[in-house]
């Protein structure tokens, strides 16, 4: 078990990329893949599978070992790891069959599982769990909390977060060190089921596992006590030895790697339940209003609102349409998809960079055309997840009120002034700025069949109908005023 995938991903990782933030997790990644996990290797993105995010992207290397251990892959292309043209990059990205998101700017992975574990839940109502794996460094980050408190709140009991606590850092030791108590009660008063495990103990990861997966109506955390750079002579547990290869000290270390394997066989602990395919199919091509704009012209409508309309017209459409919103559903009119069935509005609070996290996970396998709203100005804060969810290749669409300074007394702090520039410079983005409520209609529309990031640019105040109802509209161009 361990063993093996010991083997594969040592060679090369003991020369390049991260090797210590990969040997700290060798057995947690082993028994996920090799026992825990339920997924088919012939179709890595299948619906019905178990999800795995991995937070601590740079870790990378030991991800690719496990599929190619399971056959996805012949090993041999490991030695591709991080070449110019190799789509084995330092970081993980879709561009790889097996990888739902990118990763690697810290703090965003969980968000996203917590969209796939709430959509699993809640709309596929299926059998598969989500898992992701974090770093301690990085769940300084504020996001994770913010995710951490999503999880709880939904009582996401089919999504296993894993911190690896190494007690490292990149350039110092993390603030919290090895202090697993605190990780543990804050878990704990965050409504996670929290374990305290020895991340190098397979068997006890087995069973922490097994009661993750029987434990209901909570997630459940599992803080695994590490060391980084585990089994490496003279490295394990040191500082100076982030993201850096082993050099000299690789053959030995290899060497010694080698010398720790013993082939026990496979684990009889809880053995692996089988796949269960329970996923619904889904259809998200060719969503349309179920009727079309039904304004006079002159007529003073606010965007906004004709973007709740819109929304719920291809909500009634297309059942895998869904809203998330941070607290501002009666502003942005989100909340009018809630007239379709309150079950499609997902109340994310005021937690903007896990709003649009959970947006992209939900969007991942076609599982859901996610249209996430709130003022424009606030989608600021979380241009690194918008960023982020375009290297992902994700198909959300986000809607931005209150634009400009039309919005007048509530002054600068809620209006967006930087929204369009902020996406126009997210590549593939389509951006639609809607003059009325009849082009704004059709924008939504036209975003949810629209691949990549798309943003809907809305207005507070109400404005003239200036396109007659049957105005025919596409992307690319502008209309002159008829
Ligand atoms: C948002 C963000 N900030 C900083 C970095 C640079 N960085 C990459 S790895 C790392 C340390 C991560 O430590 P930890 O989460 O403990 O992971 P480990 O490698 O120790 O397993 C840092 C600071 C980053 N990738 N993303
Ligand atoms: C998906 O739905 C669209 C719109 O209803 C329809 O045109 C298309 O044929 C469907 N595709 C499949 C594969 O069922
Ligand atoms: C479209 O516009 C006309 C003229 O403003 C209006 O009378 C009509 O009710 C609108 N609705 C539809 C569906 O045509
Ligand atoms: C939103 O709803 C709340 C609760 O009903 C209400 O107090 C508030 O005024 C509403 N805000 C807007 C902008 O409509």
């Not at 969209?115 to 994770?144: H, I, N, P, Q, W």
């Not at 304004?295 to 809203?323: C, D, F, M, P, W």
């Not at 082009?439 to 691949?451: D, F, G, H, P, V």
Request: aromatic share 10%; proline share 5%; glycine share 8%.
């Amino acid at each position: 078990m361990a063993k093996i995938i010991f083997y594969n991903f040592n060679y090369l990782l003991l020369v390049l990329s991260h090797p210590t933030s990969c040997a700290s997790i060798a057995e947690l990644m082993s028994v996920l893949f090799f026992h825990t996990m339920r997924y088919k290797v012939s179709a890595p993105k299948d619906a019905s599978s178990d999800r795995f995010v991995l937070s601590k992207g740079h870790a990378a290397p030991i991800l690719y070992a496990a599929w190619a251990e399971a056959g996805l892959f012949p090993v041999a292309d490991l030695q591709n790891l991080r070449k110019i043209d190799s789509d084995l990059e330092g970081h993980p990205t879709p561009r790889l069959n097996f990888i739902d998101v990118g990763t690697g700017s810290l703090g965003q992975g969980l968000s996203v599982a917590a969209g796939m574990a709430y959509v699993g839940k809640y709309f596929d109502k299926a059998s598969y769990r989500t898992y992701c794996l974090l770093g301690d460094g990085e769940s300084a980050e504020g996001s994770v909390w913010e995710a951490l408190h999503f999880a709880s709140y939904y009582k996401l009991d089919n999504l296993c977060v894993i911190f690896d606590v190494n007690r490292l850092g990149q350039s110092e030791p993390t603030s919290l060190q090895h202090d697993m108590e605190v990780y543990r009660k804050r878990l704990d008063a965050f409504g996670f089921n929290a374990l305290v495990v020895d991340g190098h103990d397979v068997e006890e990861l087995t069973k922490a596992f097994h009661e993750a997966s029987v434990t209901k109506g909570k997630p459940t955390a599992i803080i695994a006590k590490t060391f980084k750079g585990r089994n490496f002579p003279k490295v394990e547990d040191e500082e100076n030895w982030h993201g850096k290869p082993l050099g000299d000290k690789a053959d030995a270390t290899i060497e010694h790697l080698k010398s720790l394997i013993k082939n026990a066989g496979p684990l009889q602990l809880h053995p692996q339940k089988p796949l269960v395919e329970d996923a619904p199919a889904t259809n998200i091509s060719n969503i349309q209003l179920s009727s079309p704009p039904n304004y006079k012209l002159g007529q003073k409508v606010a965007t906004r609102e004709s973007y709740g309309v819109a929304l719920t017209k291809i909500a009634e459409n297309n059942k895998h349409v869904i809203a998330l919103d941070g607290d501002t559903k009666n502003s942005t009119y989100s909340e009018k998809i809630k007239k379709v069935s309150t079950d499609r509005y997902v109340e994310c609070f005021i937690a903007e960079q896990n709003l649009v996290g959970v947006a992209i996970g939900a969007a991942c396998r076609g599982r859901t055309v996610p249209f996430v709203s709130t003022f424009a100005a606030f989608f600021t804060r979380a241009f690194d997840q918008i960023r982020m969810g375009a290297i992902s290749q994700t198909n959300v669409n986000f809607a931005g009120s209150h634009c400009g300074v039309s919005i007048g007394e509530d002054g600068p702090s809620q209006m967006g002034l930087e929204d369009i520039a902020m996406f126009r410079t997210i590549p593939g983005a389509t951006v639609f700025y809607p003059s009325d409520a009849v082009s704004c209609e059709r924008a939504i529309e036209l975003s949810a069949n629209t691949k990549g990031v798309c943003f809907i640019r809305t207005s507070r105040p109400a404005t003239a109908v200036i396109y007659p109802n049957e105005t025919v509209f596409q992307v690319i161009g502008s209309k002159f005023y008829p």
